[in-house]
């Protein structure tokens, strides 16, 4: 080991002592007196951090294993004692160390990742803490705590990694934030649930993890998955007569469509109106193309849900009109024809329609009755139209089966899609419950979502060698 990272090593061990040794002090000034029943509790959740510090796993894209400990750790750095928390992360670090190890770590290895694991859950509990009282166990307590958490001992990690293979700390960091991040979103969410009852017990609870569940399906198949051809887009001039009469249909109709619905135009909020608006076309730039395809994905279809969920069927179409007008011009290789424009406006217009149609006329009063159920069906709708509009279009102009198109885009869309539908159903919670003003601060998440879909797609279709995993 290189001697800049032994003393790196070294000076995060001393951390975590200190850290230990705070957390300790800290319990023998309290007041409160020990007694079985807190002793009991601390071992309830002690027992399962060990076993599952025990059982690990390897992750692809990172050289290294994983463990769930950690939502354990979360769960005592919420509802337990600052000593309790550092002295579980301490425990559970040191075990992770040395249980299934094909070769036995040096005392200092082993010292690093208990200290590693004290520091993180030290940190995590003083963030938590910081919302006072009882609400320290609360969502917002939870979500700071584990940001709080995987930061430090992701940069931890990270910067002993950096040091022994010479790369610079950015480069390691997203390496490992690329791999576990996913996977401990799912244990966040696991522990939301399982730590507030009256939450865990509605069934419509679960349901978030859905999108987090066929996300780690998806970076999975990501090792797995080739391409060999690339599809093209409408190019106008040269469209063979299916295309032409595809091409057609989809403008007529979306023609009609936003005809029909804008002659229901009645006295819109225009502020909240234009802040959608506004903010769809922001999100439309955020644009992440799809491997071997001429197909882009955006996050603008976040905001088109929920202008379905709150706003009139024309405002909602026009905001799903004017993301695929930004979408279409926005940093494009070339300068699309104007057929592929209004191509995909009305592709957009149709879709949005579709799931308005579904959630709002087909099935009114499903948003009260139950939002999750909404959001589902109305991003079931948009994603289905969306995707085989122009799944068959593309076929009509390559000659192949619009299933195979169809399936290939679906591996890259669908995963998107489920997670921008929990992100919109969390916006317009938040916008009934505080107003659409404070709802739109929800939106850096989304950006999260895209920001790890993003580096993941990239890192797959980079011509590297792959990473051992």
């Known amino acids: 080991m290189p001697n800049r990272a032994k003393r790196y090593a070294l000076s995060i061990c001393v951390a975590g002592g200190l ?9 023998l000034g309290n007041s409160r007196p020990l007694t079985s029943d ?45 000593a309790e928390s550092a002295l579980m992360g301490a425990v559970v670090g040191l075990l ?14 082993a010292g690093f990742n208990t200290a590693n694991v004290a520091i993180s859950a030290s940190v995590a509990w003083v963030v938590a803490h910081a919302f006072n009282g009882a609400s320290a166990s609360g969502p917002a307590a939870l979500a700071s705590a584990s940001a709080a958490y995987f930061v430090v001992n992701t940069v931890i990690v990270s910067g002993v990694l950096a040091l022994l293979e010479g790369k610079p700390l950015r480069e390691v960091c997203r390496q490992w934030y690329l791999g576990p991040f996913i996977y401990f979103s799912i244990g966040v969410a696991l522990v939301g649930l399982l730590t507030r009852p009256a939450v865990a017990e ?11 569940l066929y996300l780690v399906h998806f970076f999975h198949g990501l090792t797995h998955t080739a391409q060999d051809s690339e599809e093209t887009a409408p190019a ?39 802040a959608y608006m506004v903010t769809a ?5 955020c644009k992440l193309k799809l491997p071997r395809t001429d197909t882009a994905l955006s996050l603008s279809f976040v905001i088109t849900l929920v202008a379905v969920a709150q706003l009139s069927l024309p405002e909602a179409v026009l905001i799903g009109g004017v993301s695929a007008l930004v979408q279409s011009y926005w940093k494009t290789l070339r300068r699309p024809l104007p057929v592929q424009v209004l191509f995909n406006f009305f592709v957009l217009v149709i879709s949005t329609s579709a799931a308005y149609a579904l ?25 289905v139209t969306n995707s085989l509009l122009v799944a068959a279009m593309l076929a009509n102009l390559s000659g192949k089966p619009v299933s195979g198109i169809w399936q290939w885009n679906n591996f890259w869309m669908l995963p998107y899609y489920l997670a921008g539908a929990a992100a919109s159903a969390v916006i317009a919670t938040v916008a009934r419950g505080a107003g659409w003003q404070v709802s739109l601060l929800v939106l850096p998440m989304v950006g999260l979502v895209h920001f790890a879909y993003r580096l993941k797609v990239t890192t ?8 051992k995993g």
């Not at 850290?19 to 319990?27: C, F, H």
């Not at 005809?259 to 234009?274: C, E, I, T």
């Not at 009260?368 to 994603?383: E, K, N």
């Not at 797959?460 to 990473?467: D, G, I, K, L």
Request: glycine share 6%; no cysteine; aromatic share 10%.
């Open 19 to 27: 850290a230990l040794v705070i957390a300790l002090l800290s319990a």
């Open 38 to 82: 807190t002793a009991i509790r601390f071992l309830v959740f002690l027992i399962p951090a060990v076993a599952t510090s025990i059982w690990k796993m390897r992750l692809p894209l990172i050289d290294g294993s994983y463990s769930w400990n950690f939502a354990f750790v979360l769960i005592a750095a919420t509802q337990l004692s600052l």
């Open 96 to 109: 992770a160390s040395v249980a299934k190890r094909k070769t036995r770590p040096t005392l200092l290895q």
């Open 202 to 212: 509605s069934p419509e609870a679960w349901l978030v993890l859905v999108p987090l």
């Open 236 to 274: 106008g001039a040269g469209m063979p007569w299916r295309a032409r009469v595809h091409l057609s249909l989809v403008i007529l109709g979306g023609a009609a469509i936003l005809g029909g619905a804008m002659r229901s135009w009645d006295d819109p909020d225009l502020l909240r109106f234009g």
């Open 281 to 285: 076309a922001l999100l439309a730039a």
């Open 359 to 383: 959630t709002r006329i087909a099935l009114p009063g499903l948003l009260d009755a139950s939002p999750a159920a909404f959001f589902a069906t109305g991003a079931v709708a948009l994603y």
């Open 460 to 467: 797959w279709s980079a011509p590297t060698e792959p990473v």
